[in-house]
């Protein structure tokens, strides 16, 4: 048996020694072709607060960090990063960065909930918000408003949004960073990102006329313009030459043009529909 493998020798030799050579050049190759990392990138990551949330345009925080040293992207897109870290990625960077002194918040443009809407069937597929519209526009009435199922709490990497005992979502203002993750998710499109500045918004997003609307929904917006008219009558008192009234009624839903918004709340106050219009004296 022996004297069988004696003529194999030579050619295990010759595949060892060839195996060697390769290694030895691919050794070299990987220390000659290595690509040295920017320690910077490493000190910058540090400074993020690894949520990755996305909020900055990019997949994670390890993907932000080595954008902004090595293609310049601005440090000041993470809404998560505090003042702190923030500074210190500038001058890290020398660069004089600003936090962000507008920063957003999610707002919930819906508030009918179980008790204020109909179902045209029972639903009993997975409870994802996706998959539920798609099935015959979705189980409520209203093909408009929230579904209910939580998917926004869920794709929330801060703990921001929980869903209330009426089925509906609820932002907490104190943990939410405005990244969009649940803008994104949200099928039905009834959750907006917007200036914590701005205390005025529509709770409602379904544009039906008065009567099609109910069928489905007690709370929703009938576009029965007291609210603009009673904006008509503030911009009328300022005196603004370039607007008439800053909300207006299209596709007989409120819309609110923020650009000439005076935040004052009136219209939320005139509202027939109570709290369609939402009005938050505190700056959340």
Request: hydrophobic residues 35%.
């Amino acid at each position: 048996m022996l004297n069988s493998l004696i003529p194999s020798l030579p050619s295990l030799l010759t595949l060892l020694v060839i195996g060697i050579f390769f290694g030895i050049i691919l050794s070299l190759a990987k220390k000659k072709l290595k690509v040295e990392k920017d320690p910077k990138i490493e000190k910058v990551l540090n400074l993020l607060p690894g949520a990755n949330c996305g909020a900055c345009g990019q997949p994670g925080c390890a993907g932000y960090a080595t954008k902004i040293v090595t293609e310049g992207a601005d440090p000041s897109l993470c809404p998560v990063a505090d003042e702190k870290n923030l500074k210190e990625i500038g001058n890290l960077m020398g660069l004089t960065l600003e936090h962000n002194k507008n920063p957003l918040i999610a707002r919930i443009h819906c508030q009918g909930g179980k008790a204020e809407t109909t179902n045209k069937f029972i639903y009993d597929g997975p409870q994802i918000c996706k998959a539920a519209h798609d099935l015959a526009d979705g189980f409520k009435t209203c093909q408009f408003g929230c579904l209910g199922l939580g998917e926004c709490v869920q794709a929330c990497p801060f703990e921001a949004i929980y869903m209330g005992e009426n089925q509906l979502p609820i932002v907490i203002p104190e943990k939410c960073t405005g990244c969009g993750k649940c803008v994104e998710v949200c099928p039905r499109d009834i959750i907006s990102l917007l200036p914590q500045k701005i205390k005025v918004y529509v709770k409602c997003k379904n544009t039906e006329k008065a009567p099609k609307m109910k069928e489905g929904c007690q709370v929703g917006c009938i576009g029965c313009r007291l609210c603009v008219k009673a904006c008509e009558e503030i911009q009328a008192k300022v005196k603004n030459p370039k607007v008439k009234s800053a909300i207006e009624v299209e596709n007989f839903l409120a819309v609110i043009d923020y650009e000439h918004c005076l935040n004052c709340g009136k219209c939320a106050l005139a509202c027939q529909k109570q709290e369609v219009i939402a009005f938050k004296t505190k700056r959340v």
